[in-house]
C-alpha cells in the first residue's frame, strides 16, 4: 500500500517566502492569469484576488473586456497589458465547449511559452499539448471526463470511491503533478510524491472556492519561478502547500463567524493571515 502524508504547518511554512530589501515586483513573481469568461467572471476576480492576497510581484490579466474591468474595479494593481510573464494560472470559469478562437490562442499562447503552469477546469483538456512544468486541479467529476477523454476508463463513482488510486493514476498516466480536490485533497507526480490535505471545514464546498485555491497556487508557483527553471518536482509540494493555506483560511473565516457558513471572497481575505503566520514560524 502506496503511504500519503498529511502536509502540515511545518511542511507549509517552508515554501513561504517574504521579500527582501533586494527584491522588485518580478523577482518577486509575476503571474499570467488566463482565466473568467462572460458566463463567469467571478471566477478571474477571485482567483485574481486569492493571488495578489497571497503574495507575488504581479498578477498580469488576459480575458474579455467585460473580465477584466471587473477584476480591475476588485484589484486595480492588476496588469492587463501583455507583458512579462514567469508562471500561468489558466481555465478558471472557462468552458471548454465555448472557447472562442481568441480565447484558445491566449491559452495555447500561455502554453507555448514552457512557463510552469496551473491547469483548471476549462484547459484541464489541454494538458499534455505543451512541455512545462505542470499541475492540474480537477475536482472528481472533472478527473474522470479528463480520463475518459484520454481512453481511460473510469467513472464519476469510481473515482469518488477511490480518489488516491486515481489521483496516481493520473499523473503517471498524464505525467503532471495532481491536485485532486475534495474533502481530502490528495496530491502527488509521477514520480511517487503523495501528499493529503484533510478540509478544515466544509463550509468550503461552495462555489469559487476553486478559484481561489487556484490564485494561492498560481501565486506559490510563480514566487518560486527561479527554482521552478531547473526543477519541475517543487510544483508537487507547491500544491500541497496551496491546499493547505486554502484550508487554513477557510477555518479561519468561519471562526471569524462563530462556525458559521462563508463564501469564497471571505477565504481569501484571510489568506495575508495565514501567509504571516507562516512566516511567523
Known amino acids: 500500500m502506496e503511504t500519503w502524508q498529511e502536509w502540515t504547518a511545518a511542511d507549509a511554512a517552508k515554501w513561504i517566502v517574504a521579500p527582501t530589501a533586494v527584491d522588485d515586483k518580478y523577482s518577486r513573481g509575476v503571474l499570467g492569469v488566463v482565466a473568467g469568461s462572460p458566463e463567469y467572471p467571478g471566477a478571474a476576480v477571485l482567483s485574481v484576488e486569492a493571488a495578489h492576497r497571497t503574495g507575488l510581484g504581479m498578477v498580469r490579466y488576459t480575458g474579455p473586456r467585460a473580465v477584466r474591468t471587473a477584476v480591475l474595479a476588485r484589484r486595480p494593481e492588476t496588469v492587463t497589458a501583455p507583458g512579462r510573464v514567469q508562471a500561468w494560472l489558466i481555465g478558471s470559469g472557462i468552458d471548454a465547449e465555448r472557447r472562442s478562437f481568441m480565447l484558445l490562442g491566449d491559452l495555447q499562447g500561455a502554453l507555448a511559452s514552457r512557463l510552469p503552469v496551473v491547469l483548471d477546469a476549462g484547459a484541464l483538456d489541454l ?60 496530491i502527488c507526480d509521477p514520480d511517487g510524491d503523495r501528499s493529503t490535505v484533510v478540509a478544515a471545514t466544509h463550509w468550503l464546498a461552495s462555489a469559487g472556492t476553486g478559484d481561489v485555491l487556484g490564485g494561492i497556487l498560481g501565486a506559490l508557483v510563480a514566487t518560486h519561478h527561479e527554482r521552478l527553471a531547473s526543477d519541475a518536482e517543487v510544483l508537487t509540494p507547491l500544491a500541497a502547500t496551496a491546499a493547505w493555506m486554502h484550508g487554513e483560511a477557510a477555518r479561519r473565516a468561519t471562526a471569524a463567524v462563530d462556525g458559521g457558513p462563508v463564501t469564497a471572497l471571505d477565504i481569501a481575505q484571510q489568506v495575508p493571515r495565514v501567509v504571516g503566520a507562516l512566516l511567523a514560524r
Open 127 to 186: 494538458v499534455g499539448t505543451h512541455t512545462a512544468p505542470t499541475v492540474i486541479t480537477p475536482h472528481t467529476r472533472e478527473l474522470a471526463v479528463l480520463l475518459a477523454s484520454r481512453g481511460i476508463e473510469t467513472s464519476v463513482a469510481q473515482v469518488r470511491e477511490a480518489p488516491a488510486e486515481w489521483a496516481l493514476r493520473a499523473a503517471r498516466e498524464l505525467g503532471v503533478a495532481v491536485l485532486l480536490k475534495g474533502a481530502v485533497t490528495h
